[in-house]
């Protein structure tokens, strides 16, 4: 193999390594100053804001998500090339792959990366509805075993919830955190699902919604309403938003938490 095509192979595969190794420095190192990357969910321009892309990444990937190359072509000239991928990246049971691009040139006797282009193809809508309703089964299972590290997995560093109780609107995963663990604290027996679960998928958003169902300590059985929106980011679906309500009953001013479906 000429000796271009091997340098440029071994840069991409340690490139990669680092990735999933989480080591910025190295994920950085072999990229040109004005890099152009059309990522899966942004453009970016210049290896600063290329840098500030991976940190949400990486905590993204230590769920336990793969990146990991799985086929590699390298073309070059004498300073200019490409190269071009297939990849596995995402959680187990993620057969899709990570379509990368690169376009690299010679800078003082070495190749760096000028143009990075990521894409997983249009995702399969009956498979990003089975996608979303396993986050939501995930949440049952997790629920009933107080798993609320589990739980929180799916929840999007920026959700907006608007829960049953005050405040307005709850901001941030952190916040809905304190939501679920007062709920877990104050419920030593509880369950959650959703029973006519509907989910409407497209592309990178979707939409879920249907009857909250709660019981606690097997007898006691509330019925809410749920709304929630949620985006494919970096291969895995997050909540970017929650809506939960009871009916509010005019005569009373209360809310009518005692219907049932």
Not at 37 to 60: C, H
Not at 215 to 239: D, I, K, P
């Amino acid at each position: 193999m000429p000796a271009n095509e091997e340098q440029i192979r071994d840069l991409i595969e340690h490139w990669a390594e680092a990735v999933h190794r989480g080591d910025l420095g190295t994920v950085l190192a072999g990229h040109a100053a004005d890099i152009v990357m059309y990522d899966v969910p942004q453009n970016v321009r210049g290896i600063e804001a290329y840098e500030k892309t991976w940190p949400p990444f990486f905590e993204w990937q230590a769920q336990g998500a793969a990146f990991e190359i799985e086929s590699l072509e390298v073309v070059a000239g004498d300073d200019v090339a490409f190269a071009h991928a297939l990849l596995r990246c995402g959680m187990p049971g993620d057969d899709r792959r990570l379509r990368l691009t690169l376009g690299l040139r010679k800078e003082g006797g070495r190749w760096v990366v000028a143009h990075e282009h990521h894409s997983f193809p249009i995702a399969d809508e009956d498979e990003a509805v089975r996608e979303v309703r396993r986050v939501h089964e995930r949440w049952y299972a997790g629920t009933a075993a107080k798993d609320l590290d589990g739980m929180m997995a799916a929840i999007a560093d920026d959700v907006v919830s608007y829960e049953h109780d005050a405040p307005l609107r709850h901001v941030g995963v952190e916040a809905v955190r304190e939501v679920c663990a007062r709920g877990l604290d104050e419920d030593p027996d509880v369950r959650f699902d959703v029973p006519d679960l509907k989910i409407l998928a497209r592309e990178d958003l979707a939409v879920a919604w249907g009857l909250n169902r709660v019981l606690v300590g097997g007898s006691a059985e509330t019925w809410s309403r749920g709304t929630r929106v949620f985006e494919r980011r970096n291969g895995a679906w997050v909540m970017i938003h929650q809506h939960v309500s009871y009916p509010y009953d005019p005569g009373t001013g209360e809310a009518a938490t005692g219907l049932r479906p």
